[in-house]
C-alpha cells in the first residue's frame, strides 16, 4: 500500500489528531513508520511512493491502538527520548523528561563552569537526564544521582551504562535527603520535583496520566518538595554552592520567596524556549 493511500485509511480509522506530540496525521505515519523501518524522519517524507509490507502496516496499527485508543504515550511505545542531544531510554517507571528540562541542565552546567564546581547531587533523577547530561557535557568530576523510586534507578542506571558515564554517575535510593551521607557535601544540587497540585492533575490529559503519579503530584499546592529540599540542602552544600530547581510555570513567586525565607542568596529566575518561568537558582553561603 503507498504511503499516501495509508495515511488516509489510517485517518479514518483512528483520531490521530488526538496525539499532540504530532503535528498532523502524515507527521505521525511518518514517525511511527521510521521507527518500525530503523529509518530517519526525513527519509520517509521524502519517498513518497514507498510501499509497506502487511507486516509493517500491522505494526502501524498496533502502535496506534496504543496511542489513540489505550493513550500510551508515543515515547513509552519506543522506549526512548531525545534530549540535550542524547537517546535516553524511558518506560512507564519514570517521568517523560520535556524539552523544558534542558533549560535545567544549561544551568547547572553554567554554574559548574563559572564556579568550577566538581560535586553534584541530582534529586529526584528518575530516567537520570539531567545528571548523565551534566557528566557527559561539563567538568564536574562525579553526580550522585538519587530517586525513591526503583524502577526508576533501573532506568537511570541503563542510562548511565548506554551513555558511557559511570566513570562519574552513581544512583542510590532515597526519599529526598533520607538516604544522603550527612558527611558528604556537594557543590551543586539540582532537581526537578514533583510539583503538579492534585486539582492540576485532573485536568492533565489521559497521556499524562499514565506517567507515574508520584513523579507528578506535590502535596501543599505543589510546594512540598521545593520546601523539604531548601530547608535540607544546606545541611548538604558547600559554602558558596548552588541549589537549582526546575518549577512549574506559575511557581516562580512561590519557590523564590521559600528560598528566601530558607536564608539563600543570588536568587534567579529563568525562562525557557516558550518564556515560560522553567528555572529557580540560588546560592548557600554560610553565616
Given at each position: 500500500m503507498l504511503r499516501s493511500k495509508l495515511v488516509q485509511q489510517l485517518s479514518e480509522?483512528?483520531?490521530?489528531?488526538?496525539?499532540?506530540?504530532?503535528?498532523?496525521a502524515q507527521d505521525a505515519v511518518d514517525n511511527i513508520l521510521a521507527y518500525i523501518l530503523g529509518k530517519k524522519v526525513l527519509d520517509i517524507k521524502l519517498t513518497?511512493?514507498?510501499?509497506?509490507?502487511?507486516?509493517?502496516?500491522k505494526t502501524l496499527k498496533c502502535i496506534l491502538d496504543k496511542l489513540c485508543n489505550k493513550h500510551i504515550p508515543y515515547q513509552y511505545i519506543t522506549e526512548t527520548v531525545y534530549i540535550?542531544?542524547?537517546?535516553?531510554?524511558?518506560?512507564?517507571?519514570v517521568l517523560i523528561p520535556r524539552q523544558d528540562t534542558e533549560c535545567l541542565i544549561h544551568e547547572a552546567i553554567s554554574y559548574i563552569?563559572?564556579?568550577?564546581?566538581?560535586?553534584?547531587?541530582?534529586?529526584?533523577?528518575?530516567?537520570?537526564?539531567?545528571?548523565?547530561?551534566?557528566?557527559?557535557?561539563?567538568?564536574?568530576?562525579?553526580?550522585?544521582?538519587?530517586?525513591?523510586?526503583?524502577?526508576?534507578?533501573?532506568?537511570?542506571?541503563?542510562?548511565i551504562k548506554e551513555l558511557n558515564t559511570k566513570d562519574k554517575c552513581h544512583t542510590f535510593i532515597s526519599d529526598v535527603f533520607k538516604n544522603?551521607?550527612?558527611?558528604?557535601?556537594?557543590?551543586?544540587?539540582?532537581?526537578?520535583?514533583?510539583?503538579?497540585t492534585k486539582s492540576e492533575y485532573e485536568d492533565l490529559s489521559l497521556y499524562v496520566k499514565e506517567e507515574p503519579y508520584i513523579a507528578l503530584v506535590a502535596p501543599d499546592d505543589g510546594l512540598y518538595f521545593y520546601k523539604k529540599i531548601a530547608n535540607e540542602a544546606k545541611s548538604h552544600l558547600n559554602n558558596s554552592g548552588m541549589l537549582v530547581f526546575e518549577i512549574g510555570f506559575s511557581q516562580?513567586?512561590?519557590?523564590t520567596e521559600i528560598l528566601r525565607l530558607e536564608g539563600y542568596s543570588d536568587i534567579v529566575v529563568r525562562k525557557d524556549l516558550n518564556s515560560n518561568d522553567r528555572v529557580v537558582s540560588c546560592r548557600f553561603q554560610k553565616k
Open positions: 480509522e483512528y483520531d490521530i489528531s488526538s496525539v499532540d506530540i504530532f503535528n498532523s513518497r511512493d514507498i510501499e509497506f509490507s502487511k507486516k509493517e502496516i540535550y542531544g542524547m537517546h535516553f531510554f524511558v518506560n512507564k517507571n563552569s563559572a564556579n568550577k564546581y566538581e560535586t553534584m547531587l541530582d534529586m529526584c533523577t528518575g530516567s537520570g537526564v539531567v545528571g548523565i547530561s551534566v557528566a557527559k557535557y561539563s567538568n564536574i568530576k562525579y553526580v550522585d544521582m538519587t530517586d525513591i523510586s526503583k524502577g526508576a534507578l533501573k532506568v537511570a542506571r541503563k542510562n544522603v551521607d550527612l558527611n558528604k557535601k556537594y557543590d551543586i544540587i539540582t532537581a526537578n520535583p514533583p510539583y503538579v516562580a513567586d512561590k519557590v
